[in-house]
């Protein structure tokens, strides 16, 4: 039998028998532990993220239709959802301006003469100008990916879109960028 397939099944079975629900978690712990803690780089961070997960999927269990996709898939979509829950609820809030002050902007310069932060702050404005442009869907995908650091993958999931939609959506708000600037 295909592994995919056992696991499936094994899902199906672990709604109402134990002994399946721990064999799921024992082959799926270290998988999935792995993903978020690589993501992270904090072993406490990641064991709450990870328990989260499985708590997640043990509540969610009765609602995993295979027919839709693999367990493994229905399983690390819930890891990355609940990822990017742990991320924003320790992350502060920050605004379009905010971010391109921060260290590491391309418009954040280290100097300090008088028209180097003139040229800085109409760089930023005429940015922010253009960035508002853009659509809601737009803006939330460029700061996922260039503000948070996200995969198209990740952006996907998030977003309830195929990775080959974000890319494209991606393209477009850059190019529409490069034209209103």
């Known amino acids: 039998m295909e592994q995919s397939l056992y696991y499936s099944m094994l899902a199906q079975r672990a709604v109402r028998d134990e002994a399946a629900f721990e064999e799921l978690y024992v082959y799926f712990f270290p998988r999935v532990y792995n ?10 961070d990641a064991d709450d993220v990870t328990s989260t997960t499985f708590l997640k999927m043990n509540r969610q ?6 027919s839709k996709g693999a367990f493994s898939t229905w399983l690390f979509a819930i890891a990355s959802h609940a990822l990017v829950d742990y991320t924003r609820s320790k992350r502060p809030c ?41 659509s809601e869907r737009e803006q939330r995908i460029l700061t996922l990916r260039f503000w948070s650091g996200l995969s198209h993958q990740e952006i996907a999931a998030i977003l309830n879109m195929s990775s ?12 529409k960028l490069k034209k209103i600037l």
């Open 35 to 44: 993903f978020i803690y690589a993501r992270l780089k904090n072993a406490a």
């Open 61 to 66: 269990l009765a609602d995993y239709d295979s």
């Open 94 to 134: 920050v605004s379009w301006e905010e971010f391109l002050e921060a260290e590491g902007s391309p418009l954040a310069s280290k100097e300090a003469g008088p028209e180097a932060r003139l040229l800085r702050s109409e760089g930023r404005a005429e940015l922010l100008a253009a960035i508002s442009r853009l």
């Open 164 to 175: 080959g939609s974000v890319r494209t959506a991606q393209s477009r708000a850059i190019e």
